[in-house]
């Protein structure tokens, strides 16, 4: 017999509070993502054949660099809440389910990071 | 220590059967929530490639030359014409979605008429977008 209480035991198996902000962001994203991912789907349309310095060019018009960390940002934050549902829905294995969400989650940020300075490198150097 | 309650569970319950299949009649809600997922995670895996491309102009003219050549052969070529295809998908379906969340389009008739609608408008964005990129000349 435990000398646990009942509420004690209840504690931490429940919700986490945070299924709300997680969808909120999720929509938050969402929308902001509609925009983006057009003027995003066209520029990539248009200069994916574009030599380097059209490319540097490109990168140099600051209306450019900000949507394009924009869009990385939300892109990336919209992926790493939709991945985790994904991998929640499907990875029956509590162990193999929480790493991976974790490693999906530090790899998705740090990908944002690294793209985000790369804008910024270009779009502030010479 | 007591045992964790729902840590494991005592019996195995039956899960209902997967969306698409024998068990249920075709409808092209199903499809399209698979394909919603699907093209949200190939997005999540070519987006990745996508931060490579513009890395790669920070690594300075070489690495960029060897990226290029990759996004101009036949299959980097399918590749994007694939990820560009997925993101308008996800794109309008995501907007059903939004809807949806909004309270409305719930009727059966506009559900399927939504579906349809987001196909449609998935495929002719893609041509758009391509289309635009190509024949508008350059500023």
């Known amino acids: ?13 429940g919700s986490a509070k945070d299924g709300v902000h997680h969808w909120w962001m999720q929509r938050l994203t969402a929308i902001a ?16 054949v574009a030599d380097y310095n059209t490319m540097i060019l490109w990168l140099h018009n600051p209306y450019v660099a900000v ?17 985790q549902v994904v991998i929640e829905d499907y990875v029956a294995s509590e162990w193999l389910k929480i790493s991976s969400i974790v490693l999906v989650k530090l790899a998705l940020f740090a990908l944002a990071a690294a793209s985000v300075f790369a804008v910024l490198k270009v779009a502030f150097g010479a | 220590m007591s045992a964790k309650p729902s840590a494991k569970p005592v019996v195995s319950r039956p899960l209902s059967p997967f969306m698409l299949g024998q068990y249920y ?3 092209i809600s ?25 890395m790669s102009a920070v690594a300075g003219p070489d690495a960029y030359a060897r990226f290029a050549w990759f996004a101009r052969s036949p299959i980097g070529l399918l590749l994007l014409l694939g990820w560009s295809w997925a993101l308008m998908f996800h794109l309008c379906n995501g ?8 309270g409305y389009a719930f009727e059966k008739k506009s559900v399927d008429a939504g579906g349809l609608i987001v196909v449609a408008a998935s495929v002719v964005l893609t041509v758009a977008v391509w289309l635009v990129a190509y024949l508008v000349p350059s500023a």
Do not use: C, E, K
Not at chain 1, 1 to 13: C, E, F, I, N
Not at chain 2, 34 to 45: E, K, N, Q, S, Y
């Open chain 2, 25 to 27: 009649r075709f409808q």
């Open chain 1, 67 to 83: 949507a394009l960390v924009l869009f990385f940002i939300a892109s990336f934050y919209h992926a790493a809440l939709g991945v």
């Open chain 1, 33 to 48: 993502l509609i925009p983006l991912s057009l003027w995003f789907a066209f520029s990539i349309a248009r200069y994916h």
């Open chain 2, 30 to 54: 199903s499809l399209l929530s698979i394909t919603h997922r699907i093209t949200g995670v190939g997005l999540a895996i070519g987006t990745l490639f996508i931060a490579i491309w513009v």
């Open chain 2, 95 to 102: 907007i059903r979605h939004l809807v949806w969340d909004a």
């Open chain 1, 1 to 13: 017999m435990s000398l646990r209480s009942p509420l004690s035991q209840a504690r931490g198996l």
